[in-house]
């Protein structure tokens, strides 16, 4: 169950719901523990088909979790990025490129539109553009091609971050192990 309401989610993982991605909403809703009502970027379309798939009335969008607004994009203002690199890591995508004291820029076919880059950069270089408008039967068709684009960038930046972390921990202890054996052969 909790993959098919993760599936009725538009997959920007941008934590409005209060929950930290589509997927950890979908488990709240499976248990009972949040109701249909909380993502703004599915809007009333998301609520009336969560409230079909799981057999109960649907209401309107919970005003405390923000409000339903056009597809946009997060566009850089690459004259003011300062490479501080900190909208890379809030990405939950991974659809953002640039590296330290580098201008950045957005991958806007891969952006999401969760807004999670704005808050963190110290110089408001990141604005959110509104998408040209596109017709209902072609956006009814690009809906679930690009939730699910999002929920794989998604998924393949958890597996990254955990890669990283390993690695991490791995130079951590060959680091340690070797200071451990440097300090065993000075006893001798």
Do not use: W
Not at 149 to 176: F, H, P, Q, V
């Amino acid at each position: 169950m909790i993959d098919q309401i993760n599936a009725l989610l538009p997959q920007t993982q941008c934590g409005k719901c209060g929950y930290q991605g589509c997927r950890p909403y979908a488990e709240a809703m499976a248990a009972g523990a949040a109701d249909i009502n909380r993502c703004p970027p599915g809007g009333e379309e998301g609520i009336l088909a969560l409230a079909n798939f799981m057999g109960v009335e649907p209401k309107p969008l919970d005003p405390g979790c923000g409000e339903h607004k056009a597809r946009a994009v997060a566009v850089i203002i690459e004259a003011d990025c300062i490479g501080c690199v900190k909208c890379l890591s809030a990405c939950p995508v991974d659809a953002i490129i640039g590296s330290a004291k580098q201008m950045h820029t957005v991958i806007a076919s891969e952006c999401t539109g969760c807004e999670l880059c704005i808050a963190p950069c110290p110089v408001d270089c990141i604005v959110m553009q509104e998408t040209p408008a596109e017709s209902p039967a072609l956006a009814g068709a690009l809906k679930p091609l690009r939730a699910e684009l999002a929920k794989s960038r998604y998924e393949l930046r958890g597996l990254r971050k955990a890669r990283d972390e390993a690695e991490k921990a791995a130079r951590a202890r060959e680091k340690k192990a070797a200071l451990l054996a440097k300090m065993q052969a000075a006893v001798r």
